[in-house]
């Protein structure tokens, strides 16, 4: 590597004008080799004692921000390596220094990664190198011989998708493991609300209880709650251990990464329900620090940063050329979005994961979002997103060779928390939004332009706490007699800010006689939900169906075409404190596996209908089978049960119930001030 640095750096300073390594007389080849050698070996050093102080040193500036001042940084520290060149002989302008600096980190890293795959015992001496130094650090030089557990999200990844995908050679790391025998593979059905917030919290903490979408109102405090806002997120993981008394699946020695909840791990990097402390304490964006502190990772996923967003560029040119359909907008700065979730977040992730496996950690959870975001703009079966299930499949195959050489056994499950159907928007096909057709059906007068909605994507909150800002700010409101119509997915909310109670059908036609007839005979519109006085919670269709739905089954009435266990779903979201006044769902073709999204989406998740609703969990053979072989995995709070029963099949993490009871205020010690207050602090 020094050799390839002493090469590089001759061969810029004979390109560069503004950069030299002899006198101002002329020096032999020789002499500008050794000056080379000189300046490589000095800048090789200084980046390896001197980034870390630097990056500890700039904690307090938001990760993006970081990102951008490490190429400043580096070629700072290349002026200091050839101003410790003897005689004077090293000479570069600083703007020229910055490029120097990034190309020399850029071909350390290049040179490092050939000669490990080159060489497998090179490789493992380095990852044991890695691992000797995580447990001097730690004080730990002895692991259980038990097996740890990490678990991978590959968030929105459906179980049609990651067959077709292992199938056709699009993700050979996970073909291999199913064709031979070495892992299972399982789908299981989401809740109505399938969608990050709603899974992942059921998955990690065990109660998804009163998440009724991606966004609802909560009319005993007047406040919008949001998955993805940072406040929001602790407030809902403060809620799930006050429900279930335990800490979470990651309690003892867990760790969680890039995840919306911690889980109960005190090793966190990247997660959102810790993003809106603040304090020498919070460690939400420390994952970001601990990648960058090596400049070589710095250069590299920058530029594949930038050619991520010149990537999305292209395709979309692409797609708007040929007339693709369905199809979004795909401008502004989306592609800067695209690109954080696809290579900083999961390059930062990935790292944080194999640190964890050199740190003999007994269980880690980590989320992937990127194929999640590009499938809500590409489609759930573009090329697009192929592309990125290709890429995700490497990580997969890095972090299972990590695991060879971790100081204990590791077991690989990889899961999704949700699906994603295709289809068009409802306002592409209507020409108005949801809130627009609430309103028309409540004789309010309805918007010329439609307002775009908010996409949901988890990649946003992740920028957006990066940048320390508001993930999501809440809906605007309007009158107090005015609905509050929001939308998840396919699914859609309509509440009545001015009535403390959920509305019966009796108000609602009371108030609004023709609102509740509109959107259930709308051919975009699936069914409703309402409570009636007379007859409890019903399920409402199109030419005046109406199904209590205590009787509710299903392949019938106006779930008939949502498939097995959509009824159960509705069942136990009418049974949630803050279900809204009216649940929207939208119409849903069986044949083609489409659904109308409220949101500015092709390939959407939130509601019941298609792809949405069926994830997958893919767990070693040497575990027990997720549920028996006649049986049906049900539910982000039975897939927790399932993880649970894994780590103390494995000896792992150990969670006793009375000892989650106990520690339970310490782990989900957030913090929470009032929801008014939160918004101000976020």
Known sequence: MWAAGTLTMMVLAGILPDFQLQSDDGDSLTRVAFTAALGAGAFAVLSALVWPVLVRALLLVPALVLGLVVFFLNGLVLLIALHLIPDGRGEVSPETAVV???????????????????????????????????????????????????????????HEVLL???????????????RDGGHRLTPWRTDWSSQTGASQLGILHGSNHDIPAFRWYEKDTGEI????????????????????????????????????????????????SVAARRGKENRSRAGYFAYFCDPANAVRTALSFFAEVGREIGQSTRARLQRRR???????????????????????????????????????????VAYDEVAHHSGPFSRDAEKVLARLDRSLALIAKVTEHAPRPYRVVVLSDHGQSPGETFRARYGLTLQDLVRAGCGLPVPRKAQRTHSGAEARSAVRAALRRPVEESPRKGRRHE????????????????????????????????????LANHPGIGFLLVRSEEHGAVVLGARGAQVPIDELADGQGPLADFGPGAADAVRRTDSFPH???IMVNSWYDPVDGEVLAFEEQIGSHGGLGGAQARPFLLSPAALSPPVPDDGDLVGAEQVHQVLRRWL?????????????????????????APAKAQDETA
């Open 100 to 158: 120097v600096a990034a190309v020399m980190s850029a071909v350390a890293s290049a040179t490092g990664g050939a000669l490990a795959v080159r060489d497998d015992d090179a490789y493992r001496r380095r990852l044991y190198r890695l691992a000797d130094r995580r447990r001097r650090k730690d004080g730990t030089d002895a692991f259980p011989p038990t097996p740890g557990t990490v678990f991978l999200q590959l968030d929105g990844v459906g």
């Open 164 to 178: 077709r995908a292992a199938r056709d050679g699009v993700m050979p790391t996970v073909g291999g493991w199913l």
């Open 225 to 272: 709650q949001v998955s993805n806002r940072p406040t929001s997120a602790a407030e809902l993981q403060r809620r799930a251990v006050e429900h279930t008394g335990d800490g979470g699946l990651l309690t003892v020695d867990g760790a969680s990464r890039g995840n919306l909840f911690s889980g109960g791990a005190e090793e966190v990097a990247l997660v959102l």
């Open 326 to 368: 369905p199809r979004i907008g795909r401008g502004g700065l989306y592609p800067f979005v695209r690109a954080f979730a696809t290579v900083v977040e999961r390059d930062v992730v990935v790292a944080a994961v194999i640190g964890d496996l050199l740190a003999g950690r007994s269980a880690v959870y980590a989320d992937l």
């Open 483 to 518: 609905p509050v119509v929001l939308a998840s997915g396919n699914l859609g909310l309509v509440s009545f800010p001015d009535v403390d109670h959920r509305m019966s059908r009796e108000e609602i036609d009371s108030r609004h006689p023709a609102l509740l007839a509109t």
């Open 579 to 581: 279900t809204a006044d």
């Open 648 to 672: 103390r099949e494995g000896n792992g993490p150990q969670i006793p119930l009375e000892n989650s009871r106990r520690r339970a205020p310490d782990v989900a010690s957030f913090a929470v």
